[in-house]
């Protein structure tokens, strides 16, 4: 999570795919056709549906019914099944007379089945029908091959942990695929299945007769399921360019699970099996009515007066990019992104222990389990439910555009299938729930840490490698075998590897005591405490352009630090209590000049940094304290080849030139968030001039951060808009100007971007539009491409569509480092733990 560039007073950082490079030759680069959307919503048919739409195949497989408009067969009496009042019979002797069902993809296997009343049917004892805004999972169906006995492997859930051993047996299952002309239809949670009985109802019954088989024979004239919509029409691509590189936009930093993080914060899903009716509805449940109780949403905007809590699809103040405490990442949204060129997406899971138990009690949830780790495996077993949930949408296993990657190489060949390749990274400030406790009596500086507790500093994970759950080697390999890849290893607070890069002085200064000591979990109210440990940061003067000597200066414009607000009396009215008497500590008095962070790397932080480079993981330095970012660069470039860094989403506390340069020569990347396109451009220039300066021989390249659902605003609209470009619907991307002057885009079949629009059956709902609402949800990925396109260069639209290129490219080079660290052993440069500068 970041502070967007855009700053909102009080935002607390809790927290397309159209590509790249001029080449020369032919390009393997081509269109993949793209499952038809939904069809547009529209009235209910008042209407019987017609005669078939298509020549029913013999036989077809249990997936192959995705969105389809069906008829439903008793195969034992030829029989049709029929509406009848609230329920159901099957009774109908030709098709015209049957109720046409639409198959919604609930699951892997499963459906909802909309009848033309737009109401769901029911698996109660006696079916009934349902509204779709009230189905629960009774209205989910398991559809099954006639004699089918298949043991096929548990379904990922949404916000349900996962074992290594389960996520394994999900990504090996070889399914079977059983065609077959009949099939059954049942309640998962009881077996029980739609059975017909003559003239009478439809029952769920156990057991296995001739009357609990049906023909699905498919038919035109269903009712249209209420979704949301991509807005989008065309064929994406899919292949490589003639000297093998992918094409596509990386979003390195982004937190698509996110929706259950912060004790309920949020409101939304990113999907839900029944649509976005249940996944984007009306918030009142979570933020109170009038958005009374969103507590987070009013302390981080500075805004106590509520909020319109209505949601799809008239949604009058939601998804925008200032709306932080609500979704704007949905699956069809991702969806419209992916059109747009998006061929890496960096999940990262996240959990902010303090906000979430301040919430949670806020909403009277004391049984909320905010610890840090689990929330991370929880939201594991969410991304994996969404890849499952897609690849339902798109009509079996492996068929969807959302695919979880685990190694360069399975990306590559996901992107070069057209596919949409998914990282799992973490962003916690806990990682390996190694928090720390300060101790009020401890002597030892952070470089001299053994973490043993009283009367020293305390953490809550160990560096002991017996196999025990709270060692670090443990949690590394747990969360390796769950998927993950890439790591962030401080967040918001310190913890017991360091100290976090500063960059807000009040909101996040005040978490820190809380989550070092200040809040003992689950015993006190909020900010309060019998016995509090927690302290302040303590902080040191960060370097100053221009100012402290051999400085080389700040990326981005940015600034080391942050100027500390003192609650109380300010210097010289005020002791400095922090550890060796530096500002911070058990008081918050700080001077007035920027200050940074003197918990600099531990001895602890120092064996996880060796561990995560032994164990090939992609290192984000982001949110690490300016100094401590060069004490790992140290270690990184003791190896040989040199460990690649990564920056996702911005610099936080700071990075400075010199350590820009030595990243992007040791083969990793700087890519920033977004608050405007006009500033993305200007980091790009900048990176691009300081990569060239380093003597970097590595492809450049340059993707983003957008951070979306983490608690941060998204890109702006540009403000002042030259004539001439205004962003106009619809859009073409890939086709004309400036992709016409890029070889890699020749071969490719334009999208059609329409303007991003909700809409029901009844006309009711809204649109946005990226010149005056920017980034409000996150299919407008695509509609930022554009502004790229007319605000930017061929060179600047080359390097964007770069990034997924360069992001695999930084992967492969530390897997290539990890591999010689474990067959020479790790070097430990001399000097790397030190202590941060004495006060004056």
Not at 298 to 306: P, S
Not at 391 to 413: C, M, N, S, W
Not at 553 to 575: E, K
Not at 662 to 676: A, D, E, T
Request: a negative charge.
């Amino acid at each position: 999570m970041r502070q967007p560039k855009p700053t909102t007073a009080f935002l607390l950082c809790a927290g397309a795919a159209v590509l790249l490079l001029s080449g020369c030759g032919e390009s393997s680069i081509s269109s993949v056709p793209t499952v038809p959307p939904l069809p547009p919503v529209m009235p209910v048919p008042t209407v019987p549906p017609g005669t078939p739409g298509m020549e029913n195949p013999a036989k077809r497989d249990r997936y192959s019914f995705n969105n389809k408009c069906v008829v439903l067969r008793d195969s034992s009496t030829g029989k049709y099944v029929a509406a009848a009042g609230t329920g159901y019979t099957a009774s109908a002797d030709a098709v015209g007379m049957a109720e046409a069902f639409f198959m919604k993809p609930t699951l892997l296997g499963e459906y909802a089945l909309l009848n033309r009343s737009g109401q769901l049917l029911n698996a109660a004892a006696t079916v009934n029908s349902v509204a779709v805004a009230e189905a629960t999972n009774t209205a989910s169906l398991r559809l099954l091959a006639d004699g089918d006995t298949t043991a096929y492997v548990a379904t990922p859930q949404y916000d349900v942990a996962l074992t290594a051993a389960q996520i394994g047996s999900y990504r090996n299952f070889v399914d079977p695929l059983l065609k077959a002309e009949v099939f059954t239809l049942a309640n998962p949670a009881n077996g029980q299945r739609l059975t017909t009985n003559g003239t009478a109802a439809l029952t769920m019954t156990a057991g296995d007769s001739a009357t609990q088989r049906f023909k699905l024979e498919e038919v035109t004239g269903c009712a249209a399921y209420p979704e949301a919509s991509s807005n989008a029409a065309g064929e994406t691509f899919k292949g490589t360019t003639s000297d093998g590189r992918v094409l596509g936009m990386a979003d390195v930093h982004v937190h698509t699970s996110s929706s259950t993080f912060l004790g309920g914060a949020l409101s939304g899903r990113v999907f839900h099996k029944f649509g976005v009716l249940q996944a984007i509805p009306n918030c009142d449940a979570v933020h109170g009515p009038m958005g009374s109780k969103d507590g987070v949403g009013a302390a981080f905007l500075n805004d106590t007066n509520g909020h319109n809590t209505t949601g799809w699809p008239t949604l009058p103040e939601w998804p925008s990019r200032g709306a932080l405490t609500h979704r704007a990442i949905y699956w069809k949204w991702i969806e419209r992104a992916w059109l747009g060129g998006l061929r890496i997406m960096v999940n990262d899971v996240v959990e902010n222990a303090t906000l979430c138990e301040l919430q949670s009690k806020a909403n009277g949830n004391l049984a909320q389990d905010c610890n840090e780790m689990n929330s991370a495996r929880r939201q594991i077993g969410t991304m994996y439910a969404l890849q499952d949930y897609i690849d339902a949408q798109y009509g079996g296993r492996g068929k969807g555009f959302l695919q979880i990657v685990l190694d360069p190489a399975e990306a590559r060949t996901k992107i070069a299938d057209g596919k949409l390749a998914v990282v799992l990274g973490i962003e916690i400030s806990n990682l390996f729930n190694c928090q720390v406790n300060y101790s009020p009596l401890r002597q030892k500086e952070p470089q001299e840490e053994t973490g043993s507790g009283a009367p020293e500093n305390a953490y809550s994970c160990t560096m002991t490698e017996t196999g025990a759950p709270n060692e670090i080697k443990t949690q590394m390999e747990e969360m390796k075998g769950l998927g993950v890849r890439q790591l962030i290893t401080l967040h918001e607070f310190d913890n017991a590897f360091g100290g976090n890069g500063i960059f807000d002085g009040l909101v996040l200064n005040l978490g820190n005591r809380e989550n070092a000591g200040g809040l003992p979990s689950g015993t006190s109210p909020p900010l309060q405490s019998s016995f509090p440990t927690g302290e302040f940061w303590t902080t040191y003067d960060c370097p100053v352009e221009n100012v402290t000597p051999g400085f080389s200066g700040y990326l981005w414009g940015d600034q080391g630090g942050a100027t500390m607000q003192s609650l109380g009396p300010s210097p010289p009215f005020c002791v400095f209590t922090g550890q060796g008497g530096r500002p911070g500590g058990t008081t918050a008095c700080y001077p007035t000049t920027r200050q940074c962070n003197a918990r600099w790397l531990t001895p602890i932080g120092l064996y996880t940094y060796k561990k995560l480079m032994e164990n090939g993981y992609i290192f984000d330095i982001d949110h690490l304290e300016y100094e401590m970012k060069t004490q790992a660069l140290e270690l990184a470039e003791a190896q040989n080849p040199a460990y690649p860094f990564v920056s996702t989403h911005g610099t936080f506390g700071g990075t400075s030139l010199d350590q820009g340069a030595r990243i992007l020569k040791n083969g990793g990347f700087l890519y920033p968030s977004i608050g405007s396109i006009k500033g993305f451009k200007d980091d790009m220039a900048e990176t691009r001039a300081l990569s060239a300066g380093a003597g970097n021989s590595n492809l450049f390249a340059f993707g983003f951060g957008t951070d979306t659902d983490g608690l941060s605003g998204q890109m702006a609209p540009r403000g002042t808009i030259a004539a001439g470009k205004e962003v106009k619907y619809p859009f073409v991307l890939f086709k004309g100007a400036p992709f016409d002057t890029l070889p890699d885009f020749a071969s490719m079949a334009g999208v059609t971007f329409n303007q991003p629009e909700e809409r029901n059956a009844a006309g009711a709902g809204r649109t946005w539009h990226e010149d005056m609402d920017g980034n409000a949800h996150y299919g407008m990925m695509a509609d930022m491409v554009q502004e790229m396109r007319l605000e930017g260069t061929p060179q600047d639209m080359r390097d964007l569509f770069n990034s997924a290129e360069g992001y695999l490219r930084t992967w492969e080079k530390t897997l290539a480092s990890s591999a010689a660290i474990n067959a020479k052993g790790i070097v430990t440069p001399m000097g790397v733990l030190r202590p941060a500068p004495a006060p004056p």
